[in-house]
């Protein structure tokens, strides 16, 4: 019977953790006292197992459980609640990483596309980092979103994507935003050769997600935004059958306990997300360079056959901060950029030397 | 324009705090620097707005934002977007509660059968509280929890459970499971007159949800569960238009920079939730008492129109704890008890013990 591994760090006393371990292991798979269960196979094969305790600074263990991946049906949203479900309501218990057999790997699906396929869907040929932008404010009408995107299309970005914000609003309502956008893009494709992919926001229920997936599919749009940790990463995993790739937005990510380079790195990787906006460090979020370079390599790290996802650092960036960037992660990286390209007075002029920046920091290495 | 309050608690020194609940805003809205914004309508009636901030503590304060409604769409998980979506990811920033105007309760639709629903679906002619189990363990096949659900419901429990773990695994897929369970159920009713409902775990993308809908309808359910924090609030708000009572469970709600009477309380309250599970006080999980009592406060608290949702708490219940409960909640609550029942040798005894309590409970008051 297959297991993966799931690391936690508990906070406990040297006396407690054997046992605290022990109830971590039942909470997170039959969740309750296993003295009343009489069936041997369940007591062998579904119970977790605590497969290792060590310390882990001041009052802190690292836990390793091995959980049967039965319990998880290889589907997504229940990984996350085998994983984390109970004990997310536990503050002592964060979830560090998790590994899983290669077979497990392939059953969740994994990207689609990966760094190689988003590439190749943006028609570029070399190993240079990706642009992308955001269609922002929320509150614009569909007809200002669709100028700024021609607007950046023209000016060469790769992808052009929903602000997360933008959703099924009155003001710009997802049937007409995504209709008006791409039509603006494909102008602009048309007109300047370029290859710039429009990124949707998707969101909402079973029933407004399957009619949101069919107008972005007739209006031919390239790719689909999600945000996992709001509409479950149940409905990532599904979305990434359908033959589009997938970025992954963070929005509700930072409220658990789970270690940004599992959550982001590797679970929103392993539920099919080709590229995964994180926040990066030196802006308004408050991740450490360290945890940047972790999720970017979790993202992109050899995980059995799952293609590597690319990482998109996002908050704070500027054209001036391209090379430092590109330093930093690499070329595999896409470099988001927002609020700092419509603060420009020229805005096309500022993409286009953001563009340019991104271009020769690609040839620079 | 109509705008709700969302109070965030958030550490600060108090130097920065003005600008922190600024920034605080335009995060929570426009998600850009505002001097690049020349749509005057966006300024005024999107931006979110500081309306007061007071000191809370050491270096810490209260902040309550007017963020637009509009923003929100009426959708759920959208909501959650605006509420909490990029400031999640700032560990120093809380979110405590959410206040909404009257049009937008009823917008985001609430319970629809609430406490009052809830009992005559049980067929509860008092005010009594409703007693609860749930089928466990997982790695059961159906068969054997359907013997179980058959048990506990001739027992004279209110409403039969899945364990939050039972989703659609090898051991007991979904269809097969839902249709013995449900069959055992209505056998027992036929045999004992009582009404037992069932309520089996959902989870999942849309299609997959779309498909346990169907085979819960078909096979004559009662009730439906959902993690809304594993499906998405969006997903539980389409299934409160389903017409079958919804019952939340907390799995990944994490809790820590959500106020739990807001997460569980208000926020499932509100997309649909007629009865919301938290982990109560007392048992494996930490919450204290007092937010125990807030977040059942918050789930019948008289709100707009919307019903009242019944607060279920969970978590080391034991038939001899009823008193305390019902002294603790009042009877307008649920008492979920799952191992104590399982570990008793007469499960069947054990549970009529427990319904006889929880009747007799109903009556003292």
Redesign the interface.
């Known amino acids: 019977m297959h297991r993966l591994q799931a690391s936690y760090r508990i906070r406990c006393t040297a006396a407690e953790i054997e046992r605290r371990a022990a109830?971590l292991a039942v909470?997170q798979?039959?969740?309750?006292?296993t003295?009343?269960?009489a069936?041997q196979?369940?007591l062998e094969?579904?119970?977790g197992r605590v497969e290792s305790i060590e310390a882990d600074g001041e009052a802190h263990f690292r836990v390793v459980l091995g959980l049967?991946l039965?319990?998880?049906?290889l589907?997504a949203?229940?990984l996350?609640?085998?994983l984390?479900?109970?004990c997310?309501?536990?503050?002592?218990v964060e979830l560090l990483d998790v590994e899983l057999p290669p077979a497990a790997l392939e059953g969740f699906g994994g990207p689609r596309f990966g760094i190689a396929g988003l590439r190749e869907r943006c028609g570029v040929a070399t190993r240079r980092p990706l642009s992308c932008s955001a269609l922002?404010?929320?509150?614009?009408s569909p007809e200002?979103l669709a100028a700024l995107a021609g607007e950046l299309a023209a000016a060469g970005i790769d992808i052009v994507k929903d602000?997360?914000?933008l959703?099924?609003?009155?003001?710009a309502p997802f049937a007409r935003r995504v209709v008006a956008v791409q039509r603006a893009i494909d102008a602009a494709n048309r007109a300047t050769g370029h290859r710039c992919v429009y990124a949707p926001s998707l969101?909402?229920?079973?029933?407004?997600?399957?009619e949101q997936l069919r107008i972005a599919r007739e209006a031919g749009v390239g790719m689909l935004m999600l945000?996992p940790?709001?509409?479950?990463?149940?409905?990532?995993?599904?979305?990434a059958e359908e033959g589009l790739p997938l970025l992954a937005h963070?929005?509700?990510?930072?409220?658990?306990?789970i270690a940004p380079p599992a959550l982001i790195g590797k679970l929103f990787r392993l539920a099919g997300a080709d590229a995964v906006i994180f926040?990066n460090h030196g802006g308004?979020?408050?991740?450490t360079p360290q945890t940047c370079r972790a999720i970017a390599e979790a993202a992109r790290a050899p995980w059995g056959t799952l293609p590597a996802a690319l990482p998109v650092p996002a908050g704070g960036m500027t054209p001036a901060r391209v090379e430092e960037m590109v330093a930093f992660y690499g070329t595999d990286v896409m470099l988001l950029i927002?609020?700092a390209l419509?603060?420009a007075g020229d805005l096309r002029g500022a993409a286009q030397a953001f563009v340019q920046r991104v271009h020769a920091a690609g040839e620079a290495r």
Request: proline letters at 7%.
């Open positions: 109830a909470e798979s039959v969740e309750m006292p003295a009343a269960i069936d196979r369940i094969h579904i119970v049967a039965d319990t998880t049906g589907e949203g229940q996350m609640n085998m984390f479900g109970n997310s309501l536990q503050p002592e922002k404010p929320q509150g614009s200002a602000d997360h914000g959703a099924d609003q009155v003001d969101g909402g229920g079973p029933r407004r997600l399957r945000a940790m709001v509409s479950g990463l149940g409905a990532l995993q599904e979305l963070p929005a509700l990510g930072g409220a658990t306990r926040p308004r979020f408050s991740y927002g609020g419509l603060e």
